[in-house]
């Protein structure tokens, strides 16, 4: 079996989120499919189905295919003339069926984020709103190294997620993560001087916020090598 993602530009964090979301897709979740390969350009990852096992999942039902288009699984194959399009299935079709997505479940991925981290992350911004008018904020667990979504928006460099996020939900721009690392660290570390001035002159986070190592954000700029943030803080301070 072939489960094909229509991207380039994935990552090892890709592959293991995809290793455990298929076989959940499947709704196998306690499966241990083995994984076989994956396949350059395009994210291909190969499968070996044992035969008893196939005979129980194919043909697939619309229920299976719309689940594993929902994780963004956009063609599976199986043998060389079983071949499912699960493109035909609509963003707002996935987002409205009968999928039962749990995003405080740490299955969908090795490194315990959620899929709102991810969402956050990518820039996502339909992703983000459905999955908190749906689960809620509060509902989610926090992710690697106790991160916040506004810390992933913030590293991501996704200036209109992180004023969703605090806006529309009200959520502290000012939240560390376990080493009190906030959102205006994250950002200055990566460069994104728009969301550090968004964080300063919007929100009031002050400039000279220290994590537990009285590291701020000043230092995190000069360690990624940005001179503008830079400059923009020591004319703040």
């Known amino acids: 079996m072939i489960a094909k993602v229509d991207r380039d530009d994935y990552t090892l964090d890709d592959i293991f989120f995809f290793r455990r979301a298929?076989?959940?897709?499947?709704?196998?979740?306690e499966y241990d499919l083995h994984f076989r390969s994956v396949h350059l350009s395009s994210l291909c990852l190969g499968y070996l189905i044992p035969e008893y096992l196939y005979s129980l999942l194919f043909p697939l039902?619309?229920?299976?295919?719309?689940?594993?288009?929902?994780?963004?699984?956009?063609?599976?194959?199986?043998g060389e003339d079983e071949t499912y399009n699960l493109r035909k299935f609509s963003k707002e079709e996935v987002k409205h069926s009968s999928t039962d997505i749990d995003i405080c479940d740490p299955l969908w991925y090795e490194n315990t984020s959620t899929p709102l981290h991810e969402a956050a992350w990518r820039g996502l911004k339909d992703e983000v709103q459905w999955l908190l008018n749906k689960f809620g904020y509060s509902t989610y667990h926090r992710g690697l190294h106790g991160w916040t979504p506004l810390h992933s928006a913030s590293y991501g460099g996704h200036i209109e997620i992180l004023q969703l996020l605090i806006h529309e939900y009200g959520i502290d721009p000012n939240e560390g993560d376990d080493n009190s690392v906030s959102s205006i660290h994250m950002a200055s570390y990566k460069g994104h001087l728009?969301?550090?001035?968004y964080l300063v002159d919007t929100c009031d986070v002050p400039p000279d916020q220290p994590?537990?190592?009285?590291?701020t954000a000043l230092l995190y700029s000069a360690m990624g090598g940005h001179s503008d943030l830079v400059e923009f803080f020591i004319e703040r301070n």
């Open 211 to 215: 994590d537990n190592s009285n590291n």
């Open 22 to 29: 298929i076989p959940k897709g499947l709704d196998i979740p």
């Open 61 to 78: 039902t619309t229920k299976l295919q719309k689940q594993l288009a929902s994780i963004g699984i956009t063609e599976l194959t199986c």
């Open 194 to 197: 728009s969301i550090v001035q």
